[in-house]
Nanobody, 124 residues
Framework: QVQLEESGGGLAQPGESLSLSCAAS????????MGWYRQAPGSERELVAS???????EYADSVKGRFTISRDKARNTWSLQMTSLKPEDTAVYYC??????????????????WGQGTQVTVSS
């Protein structure tokens, strides 16, 4: 199982910056993707940014050029640096990991794991 612990977020004014961090703990075979999703009130959860085990990076169009995802492979942590924040970035942000585990006596399993969510509010 994989446990994800988020930190960061909070309140920012438009144009300011915030950062989010996620740390993975537990037992896994590989973490294939690390990323961030967000969910605004009344909206579905959407991908913000992700980075794969092969270092392929994907961003939502709405955050390209403003947000940067990075990771520390040795520490199993990843971060999201958010700059030039806009009110429409307001949402609960969730850390995500797509990981393969090897349960005893069972075949390898791929599952999605989520952090508890952290609020990001952009308002003047």
């Amino acid at each position: 199982q994989v446990q994800l612990e988020e930190s960061g977020g909070g309140l920012a004014q438009p144009g300011e910056s915030l950062s989010l961090s996620c740390a993975a703990s537990g037992t896994w075979f590989t973490i294939n993707t690390m990323g961030w999703y967000r969910q605004a009130p009344g909206s579905e959860r959407e991908l913000v940014a992700s980075i794969s085990i092969l270092d392929a990076i994907e961003y939502a169009d709405s955050v390209k050029g403003r947000f940067t995802i990075s990771r520390d492979k040795a520490r199993n942590t990843w971060s999201l640096q958010m700059t030039s924040l806009k009110p429409e970035d307001t949402a609960v942000y969730y850390c995500h990991a797509g990981a393969v585990t090897l349960p005893p006596g069972r075949n390898a399993e791929y599952n999605d794991y989520w952090g508890q969510g952290t609020q990001v509010t952009v308002s003047s």
